[in-house]
């Protein structure tokens, strides 16, 4: 099985920076890999899939790259509702494992 | 418009039986890959199963065994049968949609969740 890391775990910054999660696969995944915001309370929300393509309705200062085992999200300038824990996931094959979560929080 | 609506959640206790059901709308449950994802208080996400639009179904090796993925296509609902549940089995349960681009499968579409908790 696929495993995901995240890094890091958990991450301070204030509105207006610039922000960059990293995750990694245990092998290569190609492109398959997505990106999901969740707030609390609530269920996931797909923001990037296949490694860059931003799902509609996502704000443009979200961005994904990255192939093979190595991928990142960035978020170009940090707004308050992006204050959230954002997994990564692979989708090269079954099980569909998510990474552990990286939490946003304001500095 | 896409919608899917779990329930069956509730408290139960170490080796009881609960059926989870997630209600689709907006398009046909049986020509989608579905699947079950779980979130432990407090933790990440973790994949549960899938059941493939033909029909295929695969499991984490956390449950294997003791949970089974289904649907009927007649009432458009997707099923966790679970039994033999475990103290490690509480957590928010959530059905989600496949959604597929240039062949990259991505959950596009997630039920609210439903609350399973099992203690004595």
């Known amino acids: 099985d696929i495993q995901m890391t995240q890094s890091p775990s958990s991450l301070s910054a204030s509105v207006g920076d610039r922000v960059t999660i990293t995750c990694r696969a245990s092998?290569?995944?190609?492109?398959?890999l997505n990106w999901y915001q969740q707030k609390p309370g609530k269920a996931p929300n797909l923001l990037i899939y296949?490694?860059?393509s931003l799902q509609s309705g996502v704000p443009s200062r979200f961005s994904g790259s990255g192939s093979g085992t190595d991928f990142t999200l960035t978020i170009s300038s940090l707004q308050p509702e992006d204050f959230a824990t954002y997994y990564c996931?692979?989708?090269?094959?079954?099980?569909?494992?998510f990474g552990q979560g990286t939490k946003l929080e304001i500095k | 418009e896409v919608q899917l609506v779990e329930s069956g959640g509730g408290l139960v206790q170490p080796g009881g039986s609960l059926r989870l059901s997630c209600a689709a709308s907006?398009?046909?449950?049986?020509?989608?890959?579905m699947t079950w994802v779980r979130q432990a208080p407090g933790k990440g996400l973790e994949w549960v199963s899938v059941i493939y639009s033909g029909g295929s179904t695969y499991y984490a090796d956390s449950v294997k065994g003791r949970f089974t993925i289904s649907r009927d296509n007649s009432k458009n609902t997707l099923y966790l049968q679970m039994n033999s549940l475990r103290a490690e089995d509480t957590a928010m349960y959530y059905c989600?949609?496949?959604?597929?681009?240039?062949?990259?499968?991505?959950?596009?579409?997630w039920g609210q969740g439903t609350l399973v908790t099992v203690s004595s």
């Open positions: 296949a490694a860059f």
């Open positions: 092998q290569s995944i190609s492109s398959y």
């Open positions: 907006g398009f046909t449950v049986s020509g989608k890959y």
């Open positions: 996931q692979q989708s090269y094959s079954t099980p569909r494992a």
């Open positions: 989600a949609r496949e959604g597929y681009y240039d062949s990259t499968g991505y959950y596009d579409y």
